[in-house]
């Protein structure tokens, strides 16, 4: 891809070079536009090159570039041949590269980008992504609002490029939260206000039985018999651990639905209950179980007693942890999916625990393991709704849908809309992921709805006003244009800077695959987005040749389509109207 230039380019190098055009590919990169001057599209850093040769000597960069550059003949693709900074630079044919990325936006469609020969050769895999995981019973919060958006994020992004992918909600459905819940239901449960608000109800019963438990012995003593019960599969207290458990589930779905988010699994800590107890049985086999004077049986990770390394695998009254379940959940599930990686996004507390779980599964002779993979995130400061600290999921939806209808509202632009309130929480929606996705996911950040609901600047809401702006454009002209174009009417500057930037949407897609960071794709969308708004400020449709109008069509159609492909895959709605 890039249109197919990459590889022409590869293969005159490869020529010079007596090197293959498969290991130059990847050293070719497309040059960032600049508002300066305008730049040549792409160039082969000599770093690179010399990275791929085996001659370390290093002389001096520049002289070779400039050497390799006198070798090389312009063609009908490379227009011009220059050097930079350690780079042999290419200017591709004007015409043809007009003709060329146009073409391919609209024949690649949704894959454009993904057709690439940075992607060539890459095998399809069998991949697992287990994100969200709320707790049943626990604040389903902000935490896993992240935990949502990037692990959609990550098996959007594998998806597009051909993989397997298998999405698992891993519910915080087991443990000792249990005992106290079942505890605190029979004392201050009511069966209507579990009924009508699961979540918020069993919220509530639990904060109230741990104050209870706090004070009371007796409460604490209940709630450990009660998991007990649980664990040795005591047919009441499991009827009632079921129906908090698929009440919740039905509650998740609702508002996963709200976040277009789905899940081909939902599994939970509760179905290894069993199998946690195969798990503490092979350690010991291996002779890998330690007891301690307290009961409770640990493995030693760094094979000398470091406190740091020991992790525990069971209570002193034999029931399972936290660690064995995941430990029993891994090994059920390369059992299941024969997975290529298995991908945990939780946030960075969770990063020790995830380590000693792989480091388990290798000692226990799990080669696997190392497919196993923790993508972990920051911690999100400072979202709060009008009504106080942030408990639920909903609350934060609820709040985003009700802000975007009055910022909406209150713009005299906006259209009249069929169903204004689906339009304003999938705005909001955008701005609440592009402000979670701009910087690095481990970067901890603090939360503005200010910031979030700007018009203007690096916002979501500035994406889908984009998006809704061109698609209003093709409304109004009409896609009778759309047959046909004459590339030499989309010579301007901003016609070029557009069809430079389109030329990069592979490279992006690539560096984003590699590193799983959404920051790359949405710098790039913000920056298509600034252009565009440029481009539609100097480039009129209306009162310009039928000739003209056609070929700005066609450039301003391949931008939405572009947007439009790249939202998708960061788990956005476009909006056509707003």
Not at 41 to 50: A, P, R, T, V
Not at 219 to 246: I, Y
Not at 253 to 268: A, N, P, Q, T
Not at 371 to 395: A, I, N, S, Y
Request: hydrophobic letters at 40%.
């Amino acid at each position: 891809m890039a249109c197919g230039f990459r590889r022409s380019i590869a293969c005159q190098l490869s020529r010079v070079l007596d090197l293959p055009p498969e290991n130059l590919i990847k050293s070719i990169s497309a040059v960032p536009i600049s508002k300066k001057e305008e730049v040549a599209d792409f160039q082969l850093s000599m770093d690179s090159l010399l990275d791929n040769s085996n001659d370390h000597s290093r002389p001096d960069i520049q002289a070779q570039a400039t050497r390799l550059a006198e070798k090389l003949k312009c063609d009908t693709v490379v227009s011009e041949i220059s050097t930079g900074r350690g780079t042999v630079n290419f200017k591709i044919n004007r015409e043809l590269l007009t003709k060329t990325v146009l073409q391919q936006v609209i024949k690649d469609g949704s894959e454009y980008g993904l057709k690439s020969e940075l992607f060539s050769g890459l095998s399809q895999k069998k991949i697992v992504v287990e994100f969200s995981s709320p707790n049943v019973a626990k604040k389903f919060h902000v935490g896993h609002l992240r935990s949502t958006i990037i692990g959609n994020f990550i098996a959007n992004l594998k998806e597009a490029l051909g993989h397997q992918v298998t999405r698992i909600n891993y519910l915080g459905d087991w443990g000792m939260q249990f005992g106290l819940l079942g505890t605190g239901f029979q004392l201050f449960g009511y069966e209507e206000k579990l009924q009508s608000n699961p979540l918020q109800h069993l919220f509530e019963v639990y904060v109230q039985v741990n104050k209870e438990a706090a004070d009371d012995k007796s409460v604490a003593k209940s709630a450990h018999e009660f998991f007990q019960r649980l664990e040795l599969g005591d047919m009441q207290a499991l009827a009632l651990w079921q129906k908090f458990r698929d009440l919740s589930i039905k509650e998740y779905v609702r508002i996963y639905k709200r976040l277009g988010v789905h899940f081909d699994e939902y599994s939970g800590e509760s179905f290894y209950r069993e199998k946690s107890q195969e798990v503490l049985k092979l350690l010991d086999s291996k002779g890998l179980l330690q007891k301690t004077i307290k009961g409770t049986a640990v493995v030693d990770l760094s094979g000398n007693g470091d406190p740091s390394s020991i992790c525990t695998v069971m209570r002193s009254d034999g029931t399972s942890l936290y660690a064995t379940r995941d430990l029993a959940a891994a090994i059920d599930r390369m059992d299941k999916y024969n997975f290529d990686t298995m991908i945990y996004v939780t946030d960075k507390g969770q990063k020790k625990h995830f380590q000693q779980v792989f480091q388990m599964l290798q000692i226990m002779g799990y080669d696997w393991a190392e497919r196993c993979q923790h993508v972990p995130f920051g911690v999100v400061q400072g979202m709060k709704t009008r009504r106080g600290d942030v408990t639920f999921l909903e609350d934060v939806l609820n709040e985003i849908r009700l802000r975007m209808l009055q910022n909406m509202a209150s713009v005299k632009t906006t259209k009249e809309l069929e169903n204004p309130e689906e339009t304003a929480e999938r705005v909001g929606l955008a701005a609440l992921i592009i402000q979670d996705f701009r910087g690095l996911l481990l970067s901890d950040y603090q939360f503005s709805w200010d910031r979030v609901f700007q018009s203007r600047g690096d916002t979501g809401v500035f994406l889908q006003y984009t998006h809704a702006r061109l698609h209003s454009l093709e409304e109004t002209f009409g896609c009778g244009y759309l047959n046909d174009f004459n590339t030499a009417c989309l010579q301007e500057p901003q016609s070029v800077s557009i069809l430079q930037h389109l030329l990069r949407f592979d490279e992006v897609l690539y560096r984003s695959s590699q590193d799983l960071q959404p920051k790359h794709i949405v710098s790039y969308l913000l920056i298509l987005s600034h252009l565009a708004a440029v481009a539609h400020k100097t480039l009129h449709i209306k009162d310009s040749t039928p000739e003209v109008a056609a070929a700005r069509l066609h450039l301003f159609r391949a931008v939405r389509s572009v947007l439009a492909n790249g939202m998708k895959l960061l788990g956005i709605t476009p909006v056509c109207r707003m």
